[in-house]
């Protein structure tokens, strides 16, 4: 059975991996997490700056999908740039669900929590005849949906018996390459406005004493870097000012870039684990020529070196 590029009738074959009863080899196939009783879901996962969310999209273009975030920060409402939600036109009218829509002044959300929430949208989806796509971030998150029995504290890295029907699509970026991308992802973010963000949400003597507890958004790579920029030189100090600032804005700009490789590296052991250890049949799809011929300055490259390594393998061979 292969994923197809064209849309099949759904009649025949209504989610990309379900059994193509016209297949006289379907009997053959591996197929370890197949229970076709069980509701179907795409799970797109990757460490931070990968390409999940367009892969996502990708998917969704392609077969009747809605997305549902798992970035445990992107949960909240607020700080769109430094947390990287994808922007509005990027969502080529796909819907999003738990994107932004948590208050951030309520805590955090316990995986408990997105669980409920995340199957409430999973049922939902399905029962339009949709298909739900899993948009990766927090692998603690998407281990607490997925589980058959939902375990408070249990390491989610051990096996559990899957409660749905997973397409399981791993992007990853060679390490050089990603750290490159990732660095310059930063820059990019801040060409964005993300310091502008940050001084309106650091702005007020309550928001940076609330940003010292570590809870929901203040969490966001980000916010504990520029707060002590903030506390120190206030809120209209500008990043191209002289003399202390500029030197304190330059340190909270390698900050963010020091601890987003390392969240990129510790999400990356985390997903490799939980094909290893936890036994999750991983489709690891290769964008590291994508994102090179961008680094290299060759941006028009980029969609078909992503469609050819990217795209085109997980919808053809992800899921069989
Ligand atoms: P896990 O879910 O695997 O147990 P975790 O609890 O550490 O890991 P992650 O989703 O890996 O959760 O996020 C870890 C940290 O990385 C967050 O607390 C936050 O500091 C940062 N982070 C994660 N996602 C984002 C984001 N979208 N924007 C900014 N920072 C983020």
Redesign the pocket.
Known sequence: MRLSLCRRPRSVRPFPWSPNPMDPRRHHRRRPHHDNKKTPIVVVMGA?GTGKSRLSVDVASRFPSEIINS????LYRGLDV???KIPLPDRRGVPHHLLGDADPSAGDLPPSAFRRLASSAVSSISSRRRLPVLAG?????IHALLSDRFVPHDD?LSPVRLRFNCCFLWVDIAGDVLVEHLDRRVDEMLGLGMFEELAGYLGTAESRAESGRNVGLN????VPEFSKFFSRFGQRARPDADGEARKAYEEAVEEVKENTRR?AE??RM?IVRLGSSAGWRLHRLDATEAVRAVLEGEPARFKEMWDRDVLRPGLEGGCM
């Open positions: 931070t970035d445990k920060i992107q430094t947390t990287n971030g927090s692998n603690s998150l989610f969490r966001a790579i980000g969240l510790v999400q985390k």
